[in-house]
């Protein structure tokens, strides 16, 4: 399939473009030189995602799309775009019903390929923002290392046997597994009527400071609240320090995106995007180290330095490497932007942690 190189005449939809990764993304297509049309639910959040990107002018524009999980919700967006970033979908760990979560992220990703087929005439690529949630196996055995050949069918199963009561976590997982699988599905099931092909960016949290409009860290989508709170507040439990988790910069995940439209040999690939795996206690070392000061003053909590945690799981980024041409921002690069974007905002005290 033809790739989709940067130049202000080719228009690439992003959709749920007022949210933290699709911002990022959106901002970043526009640096490069493409045109960039948004969807978001409302005009006001339409107008959000004008605001950030206002600089680029008649570059950018959006589409209201109310309700994402109605038929043909996406026929007009699609019109005369010549790629599609698919990122709107829900990111949550406390909806009840799975199904808050499932049907518009299997729906939204169905209704953006439907329309994609019909009205697309344009389109050569699309790249669905899937997540390392839609890989992520039960561990069998310390030193599990997961590739673009998993699928996490066990939170698939645990929401059908366990429906509501199935672990929070297994929901959000179970809906961005079943969306991707139904976006490989719909492709090999019309590969002789389609002339786009697809891409899927998994990401596992994804860390930087946000775009979009935020006043307290309770505005922080969840990814960086999740972030926040680990590290710059001392709410977690000590037993929780040692949880592990896999990061990536932001502008890292916004370039991956990018660089799926511009290399032929993205196109019918999963790919993993993950810069490196840590702890939470591993991570507040690691910041001890770059703003020491801000831990002798009592601002930031120290927890147990000396008890890190162990990793039992990773994985293996070799195709976002050799696909992608990628080498990631380090994980003292995130931190020190994250921290000073945290600083700037004025969410810091002094003294509020005086064991640290
Ligand atoms: P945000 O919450 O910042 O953005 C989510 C976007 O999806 C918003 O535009 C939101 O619209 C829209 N959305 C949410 N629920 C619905 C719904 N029911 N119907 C229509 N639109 C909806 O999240 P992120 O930027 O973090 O996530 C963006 C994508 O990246 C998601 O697909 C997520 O699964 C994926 N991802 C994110 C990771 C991360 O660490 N942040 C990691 C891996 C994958 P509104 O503002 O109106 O609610």
Not at 124 to 151: H, Q
Request: contains cysteine; aromatic residues 8%.
């Amino acid at each position: 399939m033809p790739t989709v190189p940067p130049n202000q005449s080719k228009r690439v939809l992003v959709t749920g473009a007022n949210g933290f990764l699709a911002l990022w993304v959106a901002r970043t297509l526009l640096e490069q030189g493409y045109a960039v049309r948004g969807t978001a639910r409302s005009e006001e959040k339409g107008k959000a995602f004008l605001d950030v990107c206002r600089k680029y002018g008649d570059q950018i524009e959006y589409r209201v799309v109310e309700d994402i999980t109605k038929d043909g919700a996406f026929d007009e967006a699609v019109k005369d775009v010549d790629a599609i970033a698919h990122l709107a979908s829900p990111v949550s760990f406390t909806r009840e019903d799975p199904n808050d979560l499932i049907i518009p992220a299997v729906k939204g990703t169905m209704g953006v390929l439907r329309s994609a087929l019909k009205f697309g005439t344009n389109v050569k690529r699309i790249i669905i923002t899937s997540s390392c949630a839609a890989v992520m196996r039960d561990v069998k055995a310390p030193g599990s290392i997961f590739n673009e050949d998993d699928w996490a069918d066990e939170a698939i199963q645990a929401v059908k046997e366990h429906g509501k009561e199935a672990p929070a976590r297994a929901k959000y997982r179970a809906s961005k597994a079943l969306a991707e699988r139904g976006a490989w599905e719909f492709c090999e099931q019309h590969k002789d009527e389609i002339q786009w092909d697809l891409v899927t960016i998994l990401p596992p949290v994804v860390i930087g400071p946000p775009l979009q409009d935020v006043s307290t860290p309770a505005d922080l989508n969840l990814s960086l609240h999740e972030v926040y709170q680990a590290v710059f507040t001392d709410t977690l439990p000590a037993e929780a320090l040692k949880t592990q988790y896999s990061y990536v910069h932001v502008r890292d995940i916004a370039e991956a995106h990018i660089e799926s439209l511009k290399r032929e040999e993205a196109g019918g690939n999963r790919i993993i995007v993950s810069a490196g795996t840590e702890t939470i206690q591993r991570t507040r070392n690691r910041m001890c180290k770059l703003y020491p000061e801000m831990y002798a003053s009592g601002t930031l909590p120290r927890g147990n330095p000396d008890d890190v945690g162990d990793f039992i799981w990773t994985y293996n980024t070799d195709r976002s490497r050799r696909i992608l041409g990628f080498s990631y921002r380090a994980i003292e690069e995130i931190l020190r932007d994250t921290a000073e974007d945290v600083k700037l905002r004025g969410w810091l005290k002094e003294g509020q942690y005086p064991s640290s």
